[in-house]
């Protein structure tokens, strides 16, 4: 196939934002059908987008990479001539990649400012209808206007995974739980997923990393659960969410992963909201969050809560879980 133009499009991490890129990489790719468009990301993050179809080549690389690695990276994107670079991270390392670059590149502007402001103030400058998604749009230059659609995100499963997630998991019409995260003030707590385990009917499977230690806590105490903790590739776990009759779970990268596969998710809310690039997108996800003065506190959740109990998450119970689940 012949190309009528290169294009680079830059997010190196983390997993939710490299899935929330794909919405405006979809923009792209409907804006130049012809194009060739490569997607340069971090090696662990680039199963993620394996066969994605608005992406004709994958660039990964590691995030180990010393400085003159790095300045090598720049020199061979610079001899790319790529005719547009779309920069969806704007950071240090982006920065060095692009700068020996005589493309033109389109950069996202951070709303640092506004975070900063609600973060240390609560004055929330950012306007009501506020979403990462359309925040990446606004940086795509003049292939997107406001009052454009802004697409889903999406990320693509074989059947052949597909089958051999249901291989794996041996289980039929099953709730998938994804209650670790990165930090552990945007986890609901052991206790309560155990509660909605023993409330709900349907079979239940856990989904984490090996050190999410809350995964191997609530299987203790309901071993009716399959824990899927540490025991899956990030490919395998896509498979298993794609699966799934409905997803429960933190502001974590696999809930933003389940909706990318047309899953429905119940995404518990608590020091992050969607200005800090949380929450969910489908019309039958749901947020599950309370109003409080004091949230969001910080861009990804890792503040300790100034309080003896974090009330954000706390004064969310299980009726209200079980409230958000679909019908079937």
Known sequence: ????????????????????????????????????INFLTLDNFAPLL?????????????????GLDLWGIADYIR??????????????????????????????KKPRWKRFMLFQFHQNEFAEYFSTLKMYHEHLGDIWKVGDTIPGT???VTDHEK?????????????????????GQKQWSAKKYIEFIQTVEKPVVLLGAKKDKICFKIAEKVPSVLNLAGKTSLRQAMAV?????????SDTGLTHAAEALGISVTMILGPTS???????????????????????CS??????????????????????????????
Request: aromatic share 8%; net charge neutral.
């Open 241 to 249: 969410l794609s699966n799934s009759f409905h997803v429960v779970g």
């Open 50 to 66: 394996e066969f994605h179809p608005d992406i004709d080549r994958l660039i990964p690389f590691s995030k180990n990479m010393s």
């Open 1 to 36: 196939m012949s190309f009528d133009q290169k294009i680079l499009v830059i997010r190196f991490s983390s997993i939710g934002d490299i899935i929330l890129a794909t919405s405006p990489l979809k923009t792209i790719r409907k804006t130049f059908p012809d194009a060739q």
């Open 299 to 328: 861009q990804n959740g890792k503040l300790p809560c100034y309080q003896k109990t974090q009330v954000c998450m706390d004064s969310i119970s299980v009726p209200d879980v079980i409230e958000t689940m679909p019908m079937g």
């Open 154 to 156: 999406s990320l693509i």
């Open 163 to 183: 089958a051999k997630a249901t291989e794996l998991v041996n289980i039929n019409d099953f709730i998938t739980i994804i209650p670790g995260a990165a930090w």
């Open 274 to 296: 969607p200005e800090t690039g949380a929450g969910v997108h489908l019309d039958k996800s749901t947020n599950l969050e309370t109003e409080l003065w004091c949230r969001p």
């Open 79 to 108: 001899k790319q001539k790529y005719s547009t670079i779309f920069d969806l991270h704007n950071s240090l390392r982006s920065n060095i990649i692009t700068f020996r670059t005589t493309s033109p590149v389109l950069q996202l």
